[in-house]
């Protein structure tokens, strides 16, 4: 029910009483329409639309997938096969303090120079690698200047 504009009295209502009815009835029709009445389009500049970026959570599960991680299937024992000592790998040994080795196949150089600094506890200034024509992997195993490669091949691995 509309609240009456006139006095107990019977008086006439006081100067301006239609502006602020105005008012009113603006304010009543604005707080039906809401907040979001006056709202514009956003204008599109280019003819593709791209999905904006939204909140990516981490995965949280409730149970873990696996029971037990899976061991690496190339550990250091499985990367080095067995050090060559042939005429040629002795004949690098000595001129060019670089050691001979057969690796896994599978096996890149940064595997290869991990596993011979924890199996020989060497430090590699490179490894080269190729594949022969039997289908094996060899590698070139350079040392530090500080390491003999002599010395190594002689106590390590025993082969000279």
Same mark, same amino acid.
């Given at each position: /029910?509309?609240?009456?504009?006139?006095?107990?009295?019977?008086?006439?209502?006081?100067?301006?009483?239609?502006?602020?009815?105005?008012?009113?009835?603006?304010?009543?029709?604005?707080?039906?329409?809401?907040?979001?009445?006056?709202?514009?389009?956003?204008?599109?500049?280019?003819?593709?639309?791209?999905?904006?970026?939204?909140?990516?959570?981490?995965?949280?599960?409730?149970?873990?997938?696996?029971? =037990?991680?899976?061991?690496?299937?190339?550990?250091?024992?499985?990367? +080095? +096969?067995?050090?060559?000592?042939?005429?040629?790998?002795?004949?690098?040994?000595?001129?060019?303090?670089?050691?001979? /080795? =057969?690796?896994? =196949?599978?096996?890149?150089?940064?595997? =290869?120079?991990?596993?011979?600094?924890?199996?020989?506890?060497?430090?590699?200034?490179?490894?080269?690698? /190729?594949?022969?024509?039997?289908?094996?992997?060899?590698?070139?195993?350079?040392?530090?200047?500080?390491?003999?490669?002599?010395?190594?091949?002689?106590?390590?691995?025993?082969?000279?």
């Amino acid at each position: /029910m509309a609240p009456n504009t006139e006095d107990k009295k019977g008086a006439k209502p006081a100067k301006g009483g239609s502006k602020s009815k105005g008012k009113a009835t603006a304010a009543s029709k604005a707080a039906l329409r809401g907040s979001h009445g006056l709202k514009s389009r956003k204008v599109r500049l280019t003819s593709s639309f791209h999905r904006p970026k939204t909140l990516r959570l981490p995965r949280n599960p409730r149970y873990p997938r696996k029971s =037990i991680p899976s061991e690496p299937r190339l550990d250091q024992h499985s990367v +080095i +096969i067995h050090p060559l000592n042939t005429e040629s790998a002795m004949k690098q040994v000595e001129s060019y303090n670089t050691l001979t /080795m =057969i690796v896994n =196949i599978r096996a890149n150089k940064y595997q =290869i120079k991990a596993a011979l600094k924890k199996l020989y506890d060497i430090d590699c200034v490179k490894v080269n690698t /190729m594949i022969r024509p039997d289908g094996t992997k060899k590698a070139f195993a350079r040392l530090t200047a500080d390491v003999d490669a002599l010395d190594i091949a002689a106590t390590k691995l025993g082969i000279v």
